[in-house]
């Protein structure tokens, strides 16, 4: 894994000089993506500059250097990532007679050889691998961006600058682009929208005006004759699910389990592939442990693996990963983390996602990762499996909800809403006070008044996506608290709209697959990951499980009320089920107590109503009221708040570091 930037057209280039000085502070920006090397290649003529920061992992001589040349001299390519398969690729080429004299083992060396035997488009559909890459054509002139199928990769790009200044960005991290000279760095209010509603900004935005992010599966060509930039799908998420449950798995079960441990084994045994020490995160639920176990069958040495605990029981799986590890016999390291461990981490956050970001379980994945790069460069998770297999609660929840919502006219649901919401959660709370101890404990509530109103939140709900979409909101209109913001299409309910003849869990799942988890869960581990130098693997999303995955039927995946079950049964086969069944716990810290806590004073400094007013992003008002009821306990606004401070907290450290 590595990082890359560059830049094409703009003025200037008659000062080389001056243009591999800013080629080089953008480059040196991603120093910890890439530790081991640095490279840097400009054409002043062609008006094009790409930069490299490497961290080794296959073939970790000067011959895996970046930017790398192809053998003819046709092509330059930046590239981040790996292919898993490229011995194949390279049998393939010298097979056909299309092999050139290899100068070392690297998969970069085997994409460009690829590229001059059947183009571009043709060796990256051949290619199974998480990647982003730019590539040079020096016969045509043109700029080639690709993005891996499930977007493991980050690849941002736009135009900056004005006049002959104007140029053309791009790279893996926008700290990166933001040292070009001509980056401008507005505010994207639509994307901030974004942020208030997900805590994550969806592809094809990003949070600076003028600044995309590339799609997954996508690739995007540009030239300066027109500087255009053309944009295609060579893999799309939605049309490979539509084809699957067009030729879905007619199997048994146990034909269906057996061919998942075969596709994912081959997974993991291709992405244990590196020339450096390599693990595994383990935190002992379904989806680490299958990955684990299968690292471990084909392994003749115990497998590195690593987890974090926390002092708190209900945040605690490190007693789960350990008995798991023992089972299995891997070579387990845990470390136990204390509060202060895990704030002193808050402060780093705007640094290490450079674009605001606030899923809050990134405290604990970066701490995870941080145990684990003391140990190996590789990591392999067990990421994907709730998105593939129905492992999430919410999907079941969702279903149930909406039948019984839907039996009831929307006028009647929105009356309701207005009556529960007439009154403040206060004095619903001292309502209910006197009559709870006269109800069964299985029914005595706390913050009565709390849970009236979220329930409330989706009462006026016109479709079961649009009730999705509200249960997984953390502003319910956060247009109406960014100024001058609008949300920005596509939504997750414009691809909603693209999922016509899924059935409801179906498309719950698709549109995680394709919106929520490239978009937060696969960006957390990158950058997290890449704030110590450690590359992460994900064998779930190897595109062959994945589109076999696609294929199952909903009873092999939610059967009898057992979610993931094809993935629960090849766990089974090497993991005994008392070990791993327990409710799903998700991977989190205590945020809402420590903002009424050890973070109070910091959230109150960002937060303060006078600084929201003068900065100009917010309608102050919402957002102070949701913090005096947080602090006061009478709701839990903690994840509606972070997504603030997160902002707001990475806005201060762009204005330090400008």
Not at 495 to 509: K, N, P, T, Y
Request: glycine share 10%.
């Amino acid at each position: 894994m590595c990082g890359f930037v560059g830049f094409l057209g703009g003025g200037g280039w008659h000062d080389v000089a001056a243009c591999n000085a800013a080629l080089a502070r953008m480059t040196d920006a991603m120093h910890a993506r890439g530790p081991d090397d640095a490279g840097y290649w400009l054409d002043a003529a062609a008006g094009i500059a790409l930069g490299h920061r490497r961290l080794a992992i296959v073939d970790l001589s000067p011959a895996g250097h970046q930017p790398m040349p192809s053998a003819s001299g046709r092509w330059t390519i930046a590239f981040n990532g790996e292919i898993y398969n490229h011995q194949a690729l390279r049998r393939q080429l010298l097979d056909s007679g299309r092999a050139p004299s290899w100068r070392g083992q690297s998969d970069t060396e085997t994409l460009l050889a690829g590229f001059e035997a059947w183009g571009v488009r043709e060796t990256v559909e051949k290619s199974v691998g998480m990647f982003a890459f730019a590539a040079w054509d020096a016969t045509s002139r043109n700029l080639i961006l690709v993005r891996d199928r499930l977007g493991e990769k980050p690849l941002y790009y736009g135009w900056q600058g004005w006049g002959r200044d104007r140029v053309f960005l791009f790279g893996s991290d926008l700290a990166a682009l933001r040292r070009h000279p001509a980056f401008e760095g507005g505010i994207n209010r639509g994307a901030l929208t974004q942020l208030l509603r997900h805590n994550y900004i969806a592809a094809p935005h990003a949070i600076y005006e003028g600044i995309s992010k590339l799609e997954a599966g996508s690739m995007l060509g540009i030239s300066l004759r027109d500087g255009v930039p053309r944009k295609s799908v060579y893999w799309s998420g939605v049309d490979r699910y539509r084809a699957a449950l067009a030729q879905p798995f007619e199997g048994s079960p146990t034909e269906a389990v057996d061919a998942l441990e075969t596709l994912l084994g081959k997974a993991v045994k291709r992405q244990m592939m590196a020339d450096v020490p390599l693990g595994a995160f383990l935190s002992g639920g379904i989806d680490s442990s299958a990955v684990v176990a299968l690292m471990q069958a084909q392994s003749v040495q115990p497998v590195r693996t690593f987890s974090i605990g926390f002092h708190e029981a209900q945040y605690n799986e490190a007693d789960h990963a350990k008995a798991v590890a023992a089972h299995l016999g891997t070579s387990h390291t845990e470390l136990y983390v204390t509060a202060q461990e895990a704030l002193a981490v808050i402060p780093r956050l705007p640094e290490i996602y450079s674009e605001p970001f606030s899923d809050s379980s990134q405290i604990p994945t970066f701490l995870v990762s941080q145990l684990a790069r003391q140990h190996v460069t590789v990591s392999l998770s067990g990421d994907a499996g709730d998105e593939l297999f129905c492992g999430y609660s919410r999907y079941s929840l969702t279903r149930r909800l909406w039948s019984r919502l839907r039996a009831r006219p929307l006028s009647l649901r929105r009356l309701a809403a207005r009556m529960l919401t007439s009154l403040s959660p206060d004095t619903w709370d001292r309502m209910a006070g006197p009559f709870m101890p006269m109800l069964p404990p299985s029914l005595q509530l706390a913050n009565v008044g709390d849970k009236l109103h979220k329930g409330a939140g989706v009462l006026d709900s016109r479709t079961i996506d649009d009730l999705y979409l509200g249960l997984t909101s953390h502003w319910r209109d956060p247009g109406a608290i960014v100024l001058r913001g609008h949300e920005p299409g596509p939504s997750m309910l414009d691809l909603a709209s693209r999922l016509d003849g899924f059935d409801d869990i179906q498309r719950m799942m698709a549109m995680d697959l394709l919106h929520y988890l490239p978009d937060d869960i696969l960006a957390k581990v990158d950058r997290a990951a890449m704030g110590v130098s450690l590359e992460t693997r994900v064998p779930m999303l190897d595109h062959e499980v994945v589109e076999f995955a696609m294929r199952l039927p909903d009873a092999m995946k939610l059967r009898a009320g057992v979610t993931k079950w094809a993935l629960r049964q090849v766990l089974y086969r090497h993991v005994p089920a008392a070990l791993i069944e327990r409710p799903k716990m998700g991977f989190g810290v205590p945020i809402g107590a420590w903002l009424r806590g050890p973070l109070r004073d910091w959230a109150a400094a960002l937060l303060d109503e006078g600084r929201l007013r003068r900065e100009g992003y917010f309608e102050p008002e919402p957002i102070v009221r949701r913090w005096r009821e947080h602090l006061g306990g009478k709701r839990n606004w903690q994840h509606a708040l972070w997504n603030v401070l997160m902002f707001q907290a990475w806005l201060e450290h762009q204005r330090q570091s400008t």
